[in-house]
């Protein structure tokens, strides 16, 4: 089972920046392909971005390409999501999630709320 745990979300104006972290623990970082999902009162979860196991892939949502950047840094088991140009429709709760290439599993974090607002 991996374990993942998210931080950065928060506060920020329309037209912002954030950087929402995630550090994995519990298997061999490389395993896994990451990405990150975000769930909006009242809508359901949707993959916003993922990134393959040595980051040479990237996948986005048309609403964010463009705006935000994932990246990993397999030296730290952690994955990032840049978000630039904020839009009051970005807020959401977001969750990393973990897909290991061996097992097929997937995991999720806790999740971390990042509220778009003037």
């Known amino acids: 089972q991996v374990q993942l745990v998210e931080s950065g979300g928060g506060l920020v104006q329309p037209g912002g920046s954030l950087t929402v972290s995630c550090a994995a623990s519990?298997?061999?970082?490389?395993?896994?392909?990451m990405g990150w999902f975000r769930q909006a009162d009242g809508k359901q979860r949707e993959l916003v971005a993922d990134i393959s196991n040595f980051g040479s892939t990237t996948n986005y949502a048309d609403s964010v390409k463009g705006r935000f950047t994932v990246s990993r840094d397999n030296s730290k088991n952690t994955v990032y999501l840049q978000m630039n140009n904020l839009k009051p429709e970005d807020t959401a709760v977001y969750y990393c999630?973990?897909?290991?290439?061996?097992?097929?599993?997937?995991?999720w974090g806790q999740g971390t709320q990042v509220t778009v607002s003037s």
């Open positions: 519990g298997r061999p970082f490389t395993l896994l392909v």
């Open positions: 999630n973990a897909r290991d290439r061996l097992t097929r599993r997937q995991d």
